[in-house]
Nanobody, 114 residues
Framework: QVQLVESGGGLVQPGGSLRLSCAAS????????MGWYRQLRGKQRELVAR???????NYADSVKGRFTISRDNAKNTVDLQMNSLKPEDTADYYC????????WGKGTLVTVSS
């Protein structure tokens, strides 16, 4: 069983930055692939960024060059640094851990608006 807790969401103006963090329980964090997904109301959840246990990353085309995912295996955390935010980045952001199955956090809301 893996528990995930997101933090760092909030309101930011277009062009601004936010850093999301996800804290994971368990002793096997380092072997999990971790990811950030987002979901707009009434739409499907979509991948934002993923990072493997070995540190390989991949990003949605819409966030490449603006977002950076990173992990700290000593702290059991995975972060998402979001720069140059746009109104279309507004969504609920969810942390994901891929272990024996997919685990999800409860989400954190990011609102990009002037």
């Amino acid at each position: 069983q893996v528990q995930l807790v997101e933090s760092g969401g909030g309101l930011v103006q277009p062009g601004g930055s936010l850093r999301l963090s996800c804290a994971a329980s368990g002793s096997r964090f380092s072997v999990y692939a971790m990811g950030w997904y987002r979901q707009l109301r009434g739409k499907q959840r979509e991948l934002v960024a993923r990072i493997t246990s070995g540190g390989t990353t991949n990003y949605a085309d819409s966030v490449k060059g603006r977002f950076t995912i990173s992990r700290d295996n000593a702290k059991n955390t995975v972060d998402l640094q979001m720069n140059s935010l746009k109104p279309e980045d507004t969504a609920d952001y969810y942390c994901n851990a891929r272990a024996d199955r997919d685990y999800w956090g409860k989400g954190t809301l990011v609102t990009v608006s002037s």
